[in-house]
């Protein structure tokens, strides 16, 4: 492997920047702008990311990562993923904006859903590449330092995105951010960016052939592991991911309607912006000690930390009275999710062997991705509808689907407890 230079790392740590502000900046309010502005039901919001992640993880396992192992094209996947996103993003506007004038606001919720949900086939290439990429240029020891720095700036940039988001979203009038297109030009523009930053510090004919040399010396030693077990080890550490994150993502879009509600919380859109920035501002620090953490306690240990505190926060979600308290407890989740981010990527790292990064990639950011998706449409939106439509409020319904999703990530705890952090593999644990 090559030893980071400045520009790498300020490249790599300002294209994660700019991808967590452009998320924060348009997915933010788009949930509630599908229910509350265009009418859909809670389930049916939850299809914009159920119907994505399907296409993104899909794209990924069957395409992407087979053309990233054959060409170690990575940084060609990720400018041309963004560009592909940066255009279509237009084009979903103008549909939707056709489609609000001409057919309802029901048919243009569905534009966006469906338009969004075809980019993402063409945009999970510059997810897979990105995942390969800082395989392909850090060592082990450099890869949990430089997850720890991007995962941490990406945090700035969400909290920066959000902020914008919550300024531009009634901007012109009652979500005129969306009407009008600002948040639309806005995220295209920084996917643009994005895709000539990364191209320009990453992107070197003779750092790809060193990659190369790299990978085959990597794949003779990997032939001396014990590869039936890693491999074992390495689809329940999917399973339990998969399942923890059906519990943890099927309350996102939910809390956000819960909070809204006149009780209890009764939040404004400045206060669930901070809210959301609550767990942003957590995913900061905590990245920034993730990797100390997981040295000192273990990366298994570690992970499990991020298991535990996905079981315990939609609990205490119940508790609070006000903003105050939603925010001071969704700050748990961001702890929980860079632990998962910068601890679950090393792990996936250690057990990946060089020669097949694009695939098995593919294959932990497809369960990522996947249980991001499904856990909306399947879990919290669907438990959510049927107990409105049997005559419970709304805010009854929400604390139901928080009571589920502590119990599905509690089932995602055991079986990583069971299978993953019981097996004795130092390899595994340390390297």
Known sequence: MISLNRKIMLGLSSFQFMAMARRGLFYTFLALYLR?????????????ASLTMIANSTSQTLVWGKVSDKYQARTSLVVIGETI?????IAVYFLHIHLLNTSGSVAAAYSIIAGLSLLEFFWSMSNLGWSALISDLTTSKERGKLMSVISSVGGVGRILGISVSAIMYDWGGEAGGFKSGLLFFFASG??????????????????????????RAVSKQNALLP???????????????????LGAFSILQVLVFYVELDSPIGATSFE??????????????ASLLAVPLADKVGRKNALGLSFALSVVTPLL????QNAAQMIAINSLRGVSSALMTVVGYLIASDLIPAERRGRLFGQYNAITYISFGLAGTFL???????????????ASAYVTTFQVASAVSLIGTIIYALKVKSERNEKFIRS
Not at 85 to 89: D, I, S
Not at 229 to 245: D, I, K, P, R
């Open 227 to 245: 590869k039936s077990h890693s491999s074992a080890t390495f689809y329940w550490f999917l399973l339990s991911v998969f399942v923890v994150g």
């Open 85 to 89: 996103a940066a255009l279509g993003y």
């Open 317 to 320: 979600y119940i508790f609070a």
């Open 272 to 285: 669930i912006a901070m809210i959301r920035n609550s767990a942003s501002i957590a995913t900061i620090i």
């Open 190 to 215: 920084i996917m643009l960016a994005s895709a000539v930053l990364i191209w320009f510090s990453t992107h070197t004919p003779e750092r790809i052939h060193k990659n190369k040399r790299t990978g």
């Open 380 to 394: 919290g939106g669907p438990i959510a509808d049927y107990l409105i439509s049997t005559g419970s409020t709304q």
């Open 36 to 48: 509350v502005k265009l009418g859909l039901s809670v389930t049916e919001t939850t299809l914009l």
